[in-house]
């Protein structure tokens, strides 16, 4: 931990260099979040929607899933950032060093002005849970808040998989976009308004719904009792993401020079 924070002293660091220009990308970044929520209000609206979700509803379900993609946008950009290691050589020297791998992937690039879209969404989803305050009890908010971690795991998770591929390709791979910036887009909206097969894709290859869907059916519309369980499905599709990645480090031999 002493390492970590450590990289973490030093990028801020470096990034203050530049106050103005971090100060301005901070505050983008915190309207860009607003104007993808703004457009999705309308969206629902137009199509009237909003009768199977009141707009604080929507705004939690937003939250949740922004949340998770900005907090690992913020901390683990190494792994979304991997093929930078490995083409630069950069990554030869982390493995011969004595100190924790995953660790130093993570340290190796940190972005905080995505910190404005964590610190926008947390407020979101305050907002969203002071607005729905007769739907909100203390087990509810224990839930919010299993989902918001989970949801940082499973992106994550999608990091590390994406991480994992650039041991073959060397360059990083743009299909791993699909499920990074398409599970955020997709998870922005309720699950309940695809249709079945994307419902069970992100079911069961990808867990999205388990995050913003059967957790909000509990919540808002009286779903059993293990729905409110279902984000912890997250943890398998992480254990299955590390193993993707060791597998693809143990047959890493290196890019030369």
């Not at 915190?30 to 929607?49: A, H, P, Q, W």
């Not at 490995?86 to 004595?98: M, V």
């Not at 290859?205 to 779903?223: A, K, M, S």
């Not at 992480?238 to 030369?256: P, Q, R, V």
């Amino acid at each position: 931990m002493y390492l970590l924070f450590n990289y973490l002293s030093m990028h801020l660091k470096t990034q203050m260099q530049y106050k103005s220009s971090f100060i301005l990308t901070f505050i983008a970044q915190s309207l860009s979040i607003f104007t993808e929520f703004f457009v999705l209000y309308s969206l629902f609206e137009k199509f009237s929607l909003l009768e199977q979700y009141n707009s604080y509803q929507l705004l939690l379900i937003f939250g949740i899933v922004w949340f998770g993609m900005s907090f690992s946008e913020a901390f683990c950009r190494g792994f979304d950032h991997f093929s930078r290691l490995i083409k630069n050589g950069n990554f030869d020297l982390l493995l011969i060093r004595p100190r924790s791998l995953g660790i130093q992937i993570i340290g190796s690039e940190i972005a905080y002005e995505k910190i404005a879209r964590v610190l926008t969404s947390i407020g979101m989803i305050i907002f969203s849970i002071i607005k729905l305050n007769n739907e909100m009890n203390f087990i509810n908010i224990i839930v919010i808040i299993i989902c918001c971690t989970c949801s940082f795991i499973l992106f994550f998770s999608i990091f590390i998989i994406g991480a994992a591929f650039c041991f073959i390709t060397v360059e990083g791979l743009e299909i791993i976009n699909i499920f990074t910036d398409g599970t955020r887009q997709l998870g922005q909206y309720p699950m309940k308004i695809y249709n079945k097969i994307i419902f069970l894709l992100f079911t069961f290859l990808i867990p999205l719904t388990p995050i913003n869907y059967y957790p909000i059916e509990f919540i808002f519309n009286g779903g059993p009792w293990y729905y409110a369980l279902m984000p912890f499905s997250v943890i398998i599709f992480l254990i299955i993401a590390i193993s993707i990645f060791k597998l693809g480090l143990y047959h890493y031999k290196s890019t030369g020079s």
